[in-house]
């Protein structure tokens, strides 16, 4: 499972078919929540860490546990 948002600008355009089953919302201040199903939890984690500060991603438990541990090894790494 993958859910994500995407926020503006990046929720302008055409949405990128990365996932199966994919299926998005429109919300009221213009981002996008995107479902789909990915069996690469890495790959997934991967793809939306390249939407930068424009994706937040809700889940699925793998997909958001990867983001989370990458996120918090980059903050180690590179402290204030």
Known sequence: EVHYRLL??????????????MSFQ???????????VCDN?????????????YCIVLGGPEVKAWVDRTVNGIKRNYPD
């Open 41 to 53: 939890e890495w790959e997934a984690g991967r793809l939306l860490m390249a939407y930068g500060e």
């Open 26 to 36: 429109v919300l009221e201040d213009g981002s996008l929540e995107i479902f789909g």
């Open 8 to 21: 503006p600008p990046l929720s302008r355009g055409l949405i990128s078919r990365h996932f199966e089953d």
